[in-house]
């Protein structure tokens, strides 16, 4: 099975500010990686994938995520938040073969105002 | 278009009773899944379905059970609630190969059960 490890349970940053969340997995078979997110009282919704090709992926909300096959990572970036991007925020890795999705714990992204 | 659809969206059982959580989808996705949400924990898998009447288990099947009569339904039933079992239930699907789509998931809004 699959283990995805998100290092901070919460990032509190001020709005305007950027924003990194982390996200690491253990695989030792090629993967999918997505992030998601989720606002208050609702399912979750995918922000960006990565399935193939260019390591640097852009996703809906002005979020970016770069594939490090090397370091197993695939962190969640974002220039400049603002208030709307608070919520959590979940890693999670699928295998080529495989039908499973495995998520991390999630991240809570507060923006300060 | 209504994708993912949870009922109820709330409930509140007693220790020992029984329900059973309806999940829908008007998408023709092959796969459907069950996760359970808990603070600190994200998501863990319950049980999914690879097609219309299949069913496996996932992370933590125990205490629940599922039917896949139609390819559109997944059913997730607990026969005999725990206090162990409150928990935010969300019901996703995906479609047979997940590259070839934008949305690889697709989730439902949740039912938020508490066992007392």
């Known amino acids: 099975a699959q283990s995805v490890t998100q290092l901070d349970s919460q990032v509190p940053v001020f709005e305007e500010a950027p924003v990194e969340l982390r996200c690491n997995y253990s695989?030792?078979?090629?993967?999918?990686l997505f992030w998601y997110v989720q606002y208050p009282n609702q399912g979750l919704q995918l922000l960006l994938k990565?399935?193939?090709?260019?390591?640097l992926v852009k996703g809906i909300n002005g979020f970016e995520a770069e594939f490090n096959k090397s370091q197993t990572s695939f962190h969640l970036r974002k220039p400049s938040v603002h208030i709307s991007d608070t919520a959590e925020y979940f890693c999670a890795v699928s295998e080529y073969t495989g039908n499973q999705f495995y998520f991390g714990t999630g991240t809570s992204l507060t923006v300060i105002p | 278009n209504a994708g993912v659809t949870q009922t109820p969206k709330f409930r509140v059982l007693k220790t020992g009773q029984s329900m059973t959580l309806l999940c829908a989808q008007d998408m023709n996705h092959e796969y459907m899944y069950w996760y359970r949400q808990d603070p600190g924990m994200g998501l863990r898998l319950i049980h999914y379905?690879?097609?219309?009447?299949?069913?496996a288990k996932g992370e933590v099947p125990d205490g629940y059970n599922v039917s896949r009569l139609k390819k559109q339904n997944f059913l997730l039933g607990l026969e005999s609630a725990a206090p162990s079992q409150t928990s935010v239930y969300f019901c996703?699907?995906?479609?047979?190969?997940?590259?070839?789509?934008?949305?690889?998931?697709?989730f439902g809004n949740g039912t938020r059960l508490t066992v007392t």
């Open positions: 695989s030792s078979v090629s993967v999918y």
């Open positions: 990565y399935l193939s090709g260019s390591t």
């Open positions: 996703a699907s995906s479609p047979l190969d997940s590259s070839s789509y934008n949305s690889p998931l697709h």
């Open positions: 379905s690879v097609g219309e009447g299949t069913t």
